[in-house]
């Protein structure tokens, strides 16, 4: 079968967190607004389904933010930018901003430095705190992460210690709330924090996070419509996120009359696929078929797309973790 591919790369940031006083940079050939759902940052909105959420340090102390949303210093593009930075002496508790699956980590950098070329350098913690959204924490310490991935994890419950770790001119934490589906930071508010729940850059935000809230976590899902652009639905309640070797299911319909459908794994900004498998789509327009990634645990990016043949062209990509 052959198969041509030009799939536009997405940006995962990932790797390339920056809290320093220099303007963030993509990754070359980055496209911030290219996933399938056609979402474009900035547009998508909490919802009442999505948790609520507490500051993500212990409840009753007190950090002052030096960066808020869309920051002059590196928070001033998507899908990045509706981020915060609290300021941390190293070796501070930092907590869950609700309950969770822990996803992903890294903690075994020890260097920082003001330029890009410190990114990979971050430490982190992903977790997934359902409903279609996870939070990131980065910039903790060496070795001071405190959870592992697959833990579930309480609202209030410590999963690391923060640091400076990356590209990062001083101790602190970076969060941001990100959606799945879009790839974007979202405009998130705390429970505690008065006002609009935003805290601004300047102000000293006092955390309320007991663990009081948000005590029902269900692991986020890749939602029917996320390759709608593609001409696919889904109904197979696939995750976002697997561990290394685990089947997933694809079921749905292809809304465009193709023959086949087609699951595609690429690195985290796009590009040739690391692996695929293709499923045949019945006359009712049904699709049904199983796929076991040949991949190690990372970040990555899925694409599904259907064709009758067996060429396919241009699919949007999105957010893809292996744990
Ligand atoms: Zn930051």
Known sequence: MKIILSILPVLLTLLFYSCSNTVEQSPPGSNPGGAASGIECGTETVTSSMPEIKLPYQNGTSHLVTQGYNGDYSHDSAPHNLALDFEMPENTAIVAVA?????????DSDTNCTSSSCADSANYVLVDHGNGVYGRYVHMCKNCVDVETGDLVEAG????????????????????????????SLSYPFQEVPGTGIPVAGNTCTSGNDGSHGVSYESSKITGNAFAANGIILTSQTPWYISAGDSIRFQGSVTTGETSVTVFIM??????????????????????????????AGSYTIAIDASSDGSFSSPSSLTFLVE
């Open 99 to 107: 309950a969770g699956k822990v996803m992903a980590l890294k903690e």
């Open 157 to 184: 419950e410590t999963i690391a210690r923060s640091g400076n770790t990356g590209w990062s001119t001083d101790p602190h934490l970076h969060f941001e709330m990100n959606s799945f589906i879009s790839g974007c």
């Open 267 to 296: 690195g985290p900004y796009g590009g040739n696929p690391l692996d695929y498998e293709t499923g045949v789509v019945d006359s009712s327009g049904n699709f049904n078929f199983t796929f076991v990634p040949d991949l190690t």
